[in-house]
């Protein structure tokens, strides 16, 4: 029996703290971290509907979420559909473009088709040519909290876990500040 993404009852999770479904807005479904959209329209979706942008001025502004600052641990889940492979695309962002306090998600498509997970500092990225055009990809972040390493980041693309390599000379773990919330652009 299939259950669409959108009917799966994610949002009674306790540790879930937010849910943005794209699904014609950027309101959580979860509780209340509505996102304030700009430029933004919305299409057919891998399941329902999805946000789509326009690659240059279409973002989603959040407001300043306490549970996903510090070193705490966190996970990010999305899926993308990218029209085009050019540039680097943030998925995600949050924090301060200083040590170790952002933490943003990043499509790099200017010419190796990877996935960076990045904490000012501490990159973590896969091998080339993980995303493709023409068809959705679910694209998982972890973070466990804690030190910073190829032990403690994971990137998981359709579920299979990917090797990350570091780049960056920052040391300990995430310091991400409670400021710079976003989907779609760096706020920093």
């Known amino acids: ?6 009917q799966t009852k994610f949002i009674n999770d306790a540790n879930l703290v937010s849910y943005w479904k794209l699904d014609g807005n ?15 329209s ?22 300043n979420i306490t549970a996903l600052s510090g070193s705490t641990a966190r996970t990010i889940s999305l899926w993308v559909n990218p029209t085009t492979l050019s540039g680097m695309r943030t998925c995600y962002c949050s924090g301060a473009s ?9 499509l790099n498509t200017a010419s190796s ?15 080339t040519n993980q995303v493709s055009t023409g068809t959705y990809q679910n694209i998982i972040a972890v973070y466990d909290g804690g030190t ?3 032990s403690t980041v994971h990137i998981y693309v359709n579920g299979v876990s990917k090797s990350l ?7 300990g773990g995430a310091n991400t500040t409670n400021s710079g919330f976003g989907i779609g652009y760096d706020a920093t």
């Open 165 to 171: 390599t570091k780049a960056g000379s920052g040391t």
């Open 148 to 150: 910073l390493s190829t």
């Open 98 to 106: 200083s040590a170790q306090a952002l933490c943003s998600l990043y």
């Open 1 to 6: 029996y299939f259950r669409p993404l959108s």
């Open 113 to 127: 088709n990877d996935i960076y997970w990045a904490f000012s500092g501490n990159d973590y990225y896969t091998s």
């Open 26 to 40: 950027s309101n959580d479904s979860k509780g209340a971290n509505n996102g304030t959209d700009t430029s933004m």
């Open 42 to 63: 919305y299409g057919a979706g891998q399941f329902d509907s999805a946000g789509v942008f326009n690659g240059s001025s279409s973002q989603i502004t959040l407001p």
